[in-house]
């Protein structure tokens, strides 16, 4: 069962920087465009950063020249670096894989959580 374990979050202040990763099984890296996205209480799930197996990235326009979505094949792994954070960004964060095939399949991270305060 293919699995994704994220880590990296934790309570910042304003202003601060963290480093989400999340690692999982180098069958799925390795055809997988993965994102990260998040849910802070009482909203809905949304995407923040997605990148491909080309390397192209997409973000969410709130994160946009603060939040960097990488990924490192030979370590399995996909980071979220996250700077300039604001307390709106204070959520739980889920890696996601999109694993194409027919149909295509999603697999999720436990979610990892971020608080931003003032």
């Known amino acids: 069962q293919v699995q994704l374990a994220e880590s990296g979050g934790g309570k910042v202040q304003a202003g601060g920087s963290l480093r989400l990763s999340c690692a999982g099984s180098?069958?799925?890296?390795?055809?997988?465009?993965m994102a990260w996205y998040r849910q802070a209480p009482g909203k809905q799930r949304e995407l923040v950063a997605s990148?491909?197996?080309?390397?192209?990235?997409n973000y969410a326009d709130s994160v946009k020249d603060r939040f960097t979505i990488s990924r490192e094949i030979t370590k399995n792994t996909v980071y979220l670096q996250a700077t300039s954070l604001k307390p709106e960004d204070t959520a739980v964060y889920y890696c996601n894989a999109l694993i194409p095939g027919i149909p295509q399949r999603q697999v999720w991270g436990q979610g990892t959580l971020v608080t931003v305060s003032e």
């Open positions: 180098r069958s799925i890296f390795s055809i997988s465009t």
């Open positions: 990148i491909t197996t080309g390397e192209n990235t």
